[in-house]
């Protein structure tokens, strides 16, 4: 595998389920971040971790709980969420943080929420 | 607070046209500035990017120049393909940890 792998790529859920999307990074990259895209609105920063430290928290409703156990790998635990949470998850690596770090993206993770 | 605006698609364009999708920012200080494209059913990828006022990122036939007097980093190509229908993002990093994104731009380029 190269790159930034994400596990599911599609994921269906109800309101009361738990489950967990997964994340990747073959890159030897520091920081590891979680976006939301929504249909009809801007790439939402929701997470961002460097050397498993949480750095960013942007006002995401307690219901998504991020996970960073070691460097490689980001987890986004989810329960009890809403359809409007219906969106594509995407997590992205940089070398570091700071300005001129390029960020590398995985496919993202489809959620659907019924 | 910084952000990112760019023109509203969609983008329409016949195969070999020109192209140019505007964008701007408004920030404290001098961002870096990225183009990423999403290709359907897929991540963004970095098209191009620019560090500093009259940097010119250029990938794949796409070309951008930082304007710091314009405050604007406009993505253009000479002749587009088929493949190069997608979604783009213009996007700004100022604080290091935020990458600011524009809303995306849709083009469709038919044959």
């Known amino acids: 595998e190269t790159g930034v792998t994400q596990t599911p790529r599609h994921l269906v859920m109800g309101m009361t389920n738990k489950k967990s999307l997964k994340c990747e990074q073959h890159l030897g990259h520091n920081a590891m971040y979680w976006y939301k895209q929504s249909a009809k609105k801007p790439l939402e920063l929701m997470f961002v971790y460097s050397l498993e430290e949480r750095v960013e928290n942007n006002s995401v409703p307690s219901r998504f709980s991020p996970e960073c156990p070691n460097s490689s790998h980001l987890f986004l635990h989810l329960h009890t969420l809403q359809p409007e949470d219906s969106a594509l998850y995407l997590c992205?690596?940089?070398?570091?943080?700071?300005?001129?770090?390029?960020?590398?993206f995985g496919p993202g993770t489809r959620l659907t929420v019924l | 607070g910084n952000s990112v605006t760019q023109m509203e698609g969609p983008v329409t364009l016949s195969e070999e046209a020109f192209l140019t999708i505007n964008c701007t920012y408004t920030?404290?200080?001098?961002?870096?500035l990225f183009w990423y494209v999403q290709y359907p059913g897929e991540g963004l990828q970095l098209l191009l990017k620019?560090?500093?006022?009259?940097d010119k990122g250029s990938n794949k036939g796409f070309e951008a120049t930082y304007r710091k007097e314009t405050t604007s980093f406009h993505l253009e190509k000479g002749s587009v393909q088929v493949s190069d229908s997608a979604v783009y993002f213009c996007a700004g990093n100022n604080a290091g940890n935020m990458l600011t994104f524009g809303g995306g731009t849709r083009l469709m380029v038919k044959p």
């Open positions: 992205a690596s940089s070398q570091e943080l700071g300005r001129n770090n390029e960020q590398f």
């Open positions: 620019a560090t500093k006022a009259d």
């Open positions: 920030a404290t200080g001098y961002p870096s």
